[in-house]
């Protein structure tokens, strides 16, 4: 109160030009402050650009059809690949070692055992055939999708969704989740677009140097609207965690919900305070008891289990052609790369099991189905080749680094992830989160692992955006 009168003493003491001196200061630094706010809040978006990857030069005009496509499979194919298999020279594995030095050999000759005797791949290709696939050309490559439509569509509000698979998967990610989201969710049922990044699976791939995600996202959004979608919800993890967030910073307005199970922002002041309070604090820097139990030891599970996992990651990321080129001529080289994947990111826990821990969560015909489109299509250094192109410069210096996301976000946090993503660092990024919500179980693979879970927290994000 002292102080108080203390000011209004000091103020009234001023002649009339101090006064309004002092007022206009106010005013002013109160309308700096008002346009910060709303210069934060502010809806940008980032370039859309352009690009051609086919082969040679841009024609004059691209054929913009969108033509039916089955998967198919021949005598001659399967007899090659058994041929490949019964030539396969094994190193034997270190005693005791489990899957602690990547894939254990001696697992790995049951798993290609029943690959090579009892695993039908026609009868696969038949499952895969099971939804419509679809080609058309964009930017110079053939684009492959699948497109589900909901079987029974009276008196249901219809939404349009695009899944987006990464690296080691592909569409088939999603075939446990389609029947969960093209059936009633309570009013809510989706019409379901999955397509293949280009050089992963069926999708040609890029014939020129730099294809990233920016590309990825600009064909995905011409695919939206060449089916006719002006507003759509998004779904992605791994490499679809940064495609379908670059369509939701290049297009905000056709974005209408984005969902994510990878989430990435970890730079920043912010962060860094929470490294060095949280463990005590956390509460004073937005973090939760389960934040605190995910992230420390930060070093033991941020930045050692990273560098255990990782390892992948540098040689794509800088010799694509050398990392995929074995895996590329030998299938049982090829199984073994992916599937450790499989194991070590669904639990790095199943590292301690002699059988990795495969089939916990996934059949062996699953596995082996994903493995087999990468084999048949012959695209392990291509989609490898995805990670140079990302990675040639510092990401951070990237336009959509340095931009946020401002359309309505949904975040499902599974524990066994990479890397935890707390709340209050996704909010540096992503200015709109609707829902974040601490998964029970599940990895990386969360479409695959736990489709149920996932469905169910997309279903509930997008109920809290429609305003069910």
Known sequence: MERLQVLKGTFCSLDAFQKQLLIGSAVAAGGILAYMVQKRRQVKSIPLGEGWWGAGEKPLSEDDQIYPFKVQTSDEEIEDLHERIDRTRYADPLEDSCFQYGFNSTH?????????????????VEVLNKYPH???????????????????????????????????????????????????????????????????????????????????????????ERLGFSQFYLQGGDWGSLITTNMSQMKPQCVKGLHLNMCMSNKGFKVMLSLIVGPYLPFLVGLSREDVRRLFPFFEKNVWEILKESGYLHIQATKPDTAG?????????????????????????????????????????????????????????????????????????????????????????????????????????YRNIQSYNYMPRGGHFAAFEEPQLLANDFVQFVKKVEKF
């Open 134 to 224: 679809f080609k058309t050309k964009i930017e110079g490559l053939d684009v492959h999708f699948i497109h589900v439509r909901p079987p029974h569509r009276d008196n249901q509000k219809v939404l349009p969704l695009m899944l987006v698979h990464g690296w080691p998967g592909s569409f088939y990610e999603f075939y446990r989740i389609l029947p969960l989201l093209t059936e009633n969710q309570d009013g809510v049922v989706f019409e379901v677009i999955c397509p293949s990044i280009p050089g992963y699976a069926f999708s040609e791939a890029s014939h020129k140097q730099g294809f990233n995600s920016l590309a990825a996202a600009r064909i995905f959004l011409t695919l939206m």
């Open 108 to 124: 790995l000759k049951k798993v290609v055992s029943y690959w090579r005797h009892t695993f039908d791949w026609k009868k696969q």
């Open 325 to 429: 080129c074995g895996a590329n001529d030998s299938p049982v080289g090829l199984a073994a790369y992916i599937l450790e994947k499989f194991s070590t990111w669904t639990d790095n826990r199943n590292r301690d099991l002699e059988d990795g821990g495969l089939e916990r969560k996934f059949s062996l015909d699953d596995l082996l189905t994903n493995v087999m489109i990468y084999w048949t299509t012959g695209s392990i250094v291509s989609s490898m080749r995805f990670y140079k192109e990302n990675f040639k410069g510092n990401p951070d210096n990237r336009v959509d680094a340095k931009t946020g996301i401002f359309v309505p976000t949904g975040l499902a946090a599974f524990p066994n992830e990479l890397l935890h993503c707390p709340k209050s660092w996704a909010q540096i990024r």
